[in-house]
């Protein structure tokens, strides 16, 4: 049987669907380089795969997701896109000032909303996916990204609330009003061909090469992410850590001892059965952690399922006095003060 990419019509064919999605997607997340040399890899990952996936959009940005996660944490420049809405500069969408106004609150009301929850809200309205679809990208079943999502709605609609006596408008709308990538053209039929081509034409216009992809990820990381996805099943990993309660001697200087900490990681609590609470790993900030941990119950914490919280730990116990905690703006600009911008879970 014939391998249906095997033709390179058909692939080209394929790459034209997917190409825009999953370059507006980087857009939003990483420097114009970067963004350009990720969706370059995503497409060659597809192209070796050599299978056309039944849901390619959300199959491509799964893939591409991966690999942004991997150059962000190579070079150590990882940036949440909650940060990254107060530097991308807005679309140039507004007419007025009232309008302006209307959509600083709809990112301040983003900014508020848990990252677990907010990405499937950028998914779903910048990117215009269904929870089906956010499962795939987010490696998650269906019925987790569909819960997460009406969490997102749930959170975003009292912050726009609390802002305003009305919402002013349909929630999508809303949200695409500040889609960092709104003003960005599509794909032109010259630049498909030169991702395509895998190089640069000596016409194209010149591009910054990340360093990451120059060190040689190459076919390696190709076959790595291939290898990694084609299942599709998005198990968690069977990776994980064992933690004790946390301890009790609070510091002067809570900076400092959070900088002490050999791990510091967000995760959702997903079961607690006979004082072992079992958590999935959503967010790393410091050290090498799996996507799934155990912690012994203990004092300073009351746990509870399905709540989101942040955890530094050091020598397998949890720091306390505030510092281990359900997700919090305060506790994460703590975190991110400390530690930097995190990176993604399983």
């Known amino acids: 049987m014939q391998d249906p990419l095997a033709d390179p019509e058909r692939f080209a064919v394929l790459a034209a669907t997917v190409a825009d999605p999953v370059r507006r997607y980087l857009w939003r997340r990483a420097d114009a380089g970067t963004a350009d040399d990720v969706l370059a890899l995503t497409i060659a990952v597809l192209r070796e795969r050599r299978i056309a996936p039944p849901d390619p959009v959300a199959q491509a940005l799964a893939i591409a997701r991966a690999l942004l996660r991997n150059a962000l944490r190579g070079q150590r420049r990882q940036s949440l896109l909650s940060q990254r809405l107060a530097l991308v500069e807005p679309p140039q969408l507004q007419t007025d000032e009232e309008s302006r106004r209307l959509h600083d609150r709809v990112r301040l ?17 910048w990117d215009g996916l269904d929870a089906h679809a956010i499962g795939i990208v987010l490696g998650m ?8 999502l009406e969490r997102g709605r749930r959170r975003i609609g009292q912050e726009l609330l609390r802002g305003s006596p009305e919402r002013d408008g349909d929630l999508r709308a809303l949200l695409r009003a500040i889609d960092p990538a709104a003003s960005l053209p599509p794909l032109s039929d010259r630049e498909l061909a030169v991702v395509l081509a895998g190089t640069d034409r000596d016409d194209a216009p010149p591009r910054r090469r990340s360093p990451w992809l120059i060190a040689g990820v190459g076919a390696l990381a190709v076959a790595a992410i291939a290898s990694l996805l084609l299942p599709l099943a998005f198990a968690l990993a069977t990776s994980s850590a064992r933690l004790s309660g946390a301890t009790n001697s609070c510091p002067a200087d809570p900076a400092a001892a959070l900088a002490s900490a050999q791990v510091a990681f967000r995760a959702e609590v997903r079961s607690i059965d006979d004082g072992t609470v079992e958590l999935r790993v959503l967010e790393r900030f410091a050290g090498e952690v799996g996507d799934s941990v155990t912690v012994t119950q203990g004092r300073g914490v009351t746990w509870q399922t399905g709540t ?19 997700s919090s703006p305060e506790l994460t600009g703590l975190y991110e003060d400390v530690f930097g911008a995190g990176t993604g879970g399983a």
């Open 109 to 125: 009301a983003l900014s508020r909303v848990a990252e677990s929850d907010a990405e499937p809200l950028r998914l779903w309205a």
């Open 141 to 148: 079943p269906e019925e987790d990204a569909t819960d997460r």
């Open 308 to 326: 989101d919280y942040l955890l530094a730990a050091d020598e397998n116990a949890l720091l306390g006095c505030g510092l281990t905690g359900p």
